[in-house]
């Protein structure tokens, strides 16, 4: 079954404790990108990779990084939360300029 | 900067009613305009797309309208139904090229609720 699968579904931690959330795609497909979900606000885009190696900003990638060691996974790394960080996050991948961007089920993170 | 500005950020429709989502956007580079289904407890889902070179794309009971002299696009769910009760988002993407490939820009999310 073609898939995004993203661990862990539900995180609370606290202030400067580093973190990972992870995303893994079955597709083949070049294209993946985070997105975090903020009532009001839509999805807003933190990251997003071309291919392994090939990373680049979205519109909100303070307090974030990202890597893309592999083809399949696009792990996205909190090195120090921060209450503003709470939020539901989600992993999308794409094959190509069609721009249909597949999603996974979400990470919901909370920030003490 | 919200580029993409979408409305009204919640709707109630009674079953079988026309339920209308409007969004509008600035950037005259975008060149492609999907809208996504979301239901909670999951990500996101491609419902429906238009590209700039067409006024109109209909599947189903949902249709896309377009108008590039006013940056505006819209969603129509025709005889609404229970099911359809969902948060839908528009977005927009940008040209393909350099390192603008597949970025999407969203616009704020409609949180619709169809009574039966």
């Not at chain 1, 973190?19 to 606000?41: F, I, K």
């Not at chain 1, 933190?46 to 792990?75: A, C, H, L």
């Not at chain 1, 909190?78 to 249909?100: G, H, K, M, V, W």
């Not at chain 2, 429709?13 to 407890?41: H, L, M």
Request: hydrophobic share 30%; with cysteine; net charge positive.
């Amino acid at each position: 079954e073609a898939q995004v699968t993203q661990n862990p579904r539900y995180l609370i931690t606290v202030t400067g404790k580093k973190l990972t959330v992870t995303c893994s795609q079955n597709m083949n497909h070049e294209y993946m990108s985070w997105y975090r979900q903020d009532p009001g606000l839509g999805l807003r885009q933190i990251y997003y990779s071309m291919n392994v190696e090939v990373t680049d900003k979205g519109d909100v990638p303070e307090g974030y990084k990202v890597s893309r060691k592999e083809k399949r996974n696009f792990p996205l790394i909190l090195e120090s939360p921060s209450p503003n960080q709470t939020s539901l996050y989600f992993c999308a991948s794409s094959l190509d300029r069609q721009n249909i961007q597949y999603f996974g089920a979400g990470t919901r993170l909370s920030v003490l | 900067q919200q580029q993409v500005k979408q409305s009204p950020q919640s709707l109630i429709v009674q079953k079988g009613g026309i339920s209308i989502i409007n969004c509008a956007y600035e950037n005259t580079a975008f060149d492609y305009f999907p809208w996504y289904q979301q239901f909670p407890g999951k990500g996101p889902a491609l419902l429906i797309a238009i590209r700039p070179d067409v006024s109109e794309k209909k599947e189903g009971r949902f249709t896309i309208s377009f108008n590039k002299s006013a940056k505006q696009f819209s969603l129509h769910i025709m005889d609404s139904q229970p099911g359809d009760s969902a948060t839908y988002f528009c977005a927009a993407s940008l040209n393909a090229g350099g390192t603008s490939y597949g970025k999407l820009t969203f616009g704020q999310g409609t949180i619709l609720t169809v009574h039966p």
